[in-house]
């Protein structure tokens, strides 16, 4: 009997467990060390799109998360005075990209992949180092408090700070603060009605979507220096920069607690890696490409990188080739993207917001142009059912 292959992955995320479980559906035996004591995430929504979407197809997952989600509904673009700059059809995005785009808790990705794993798979509160990448002759190694691991892979998941990035390519600068902080909520509305929406002002974005549960997700961004923190709380700023916007913005607030408000810095990788392997490691996610969210892409593409990794896990070169291209271009159009959507002069963005109203009245399909080539992406390899094999699948 051939002896089975080995894998760690590093990092128990998203992209770190997608892989998981693709790899352990093509074979191999798999590790997750994760370094904070549990999986559970930040308490924060996540859109995916039919891209991500088709990938958790190929292993089994797909329509799983459709049935967990909110489907995103008709909504668009506003002013901070409520004015409609432009409105987005569901349908029509859902005909042009082959799929709907759709929001959900992080938690419940996370569980819904966990589960697909053997207990002895996961081992959080492990702080794992690269000791040796490996080569063709020499497995990888990687150690942790409680010893040393071989694996004939290891995948480097372990975010936008990543150890295992910094070990592989230790010249490399590293990520770059964005220009904008971001703050996040998820909290019970009830009673409030409103249409999804993003809403553009000079140097600041709020967005408001409604999850499956009844719950709201709502996010906000704001051009500020890197390191800053509200002199009170983060709910006080937040009242401070958006109390007058149009509702349901002065709601969430209102039913908002200070401990319900999650704020970070954001930063991305503004040089590309040289690759997104090296030795016997394979990097992905934010590991591999951080980018700013103006997109929504980031945690789509590390979906797709696991999905992708796992097919081409005998030829990283291949890897690679598949996915650096693709995820250097979308990261550097989430950049021109918050660069547009975050502009702070008055004149300037008065133009925006003309021409955004403008090109509304043209159609729909305009602004769905710019998803041309992220949100209509396919997986190198067909879907099969949970529980089987790619072999299964041939």
Known sequence: MAQSRRAVVVGGGIGGLTAAVALRLHGWEVT?????????????????????LRALDV????????????WQGDGGLRTPGGRWLSRSSASAAAERFGGPLVLLHRATLIDSLAVRLPPDAVRTGITATLADPGTADRPARVT?????????????ADGIHSAVRRALFPDHPGPVYSGFTTWRVVLPLPGTEFASHETWGRGHIWGTHPLKDGRVYAYAAAVTPAGQRAP????????????????????????????????HDVHHIAKPLPAHHRGRVAL???????????????????VEDAIVLAHHCADLAAY??????????????????ARLNLMTGRSGTA????????????????????FDGIADWRPPQRPYAAGKTPADNR
Do not use: C, Y
């Open 32 to 52: 997750v060390l994760e370094r904070a004591r549990s999986l559970a995430p930040v308490g924060a929504g996540i859109a995916l799109a039919p891209n991500s």
């Open 320 to 337: 690679t080739a598949a996915r650096l291209p693709r995820t250097t271009a979308i990261a550097r159009q989430a950049v021109r993207v």
């Open 284 to 302: 992905l996610g934010d590991a591999a490409h951080a980018m700013p969210p103006t997109l929504g892409q980031g945690g789509n593409q590390a």
């Open 144 to 156: 942790t408090p409680d010893g040393e691991l071989e694996a004939d892979l290891v995948v480097g």
């Open 351 to 370: 133009v925006r917001d003309t021409v955004m109203a403008a090109l509304s009245k043209a159609g729909p399909a305009l602004f769905l142009r710019s």
């Open 232 to 263: 009170d709380d983060e709910r006080a700023e937040l009242l401070r920069r958006f109390g007058d916007w149009h509702q349901p913005i002065p709601a969430v607030l209102a039913a908002a607690r200070p401990d319900d408000v999650l704020r």
């Open 59 to 70: 292993i089994g997952l797909g329509d799983e998360i459709r049935d967990l989600a909110a």
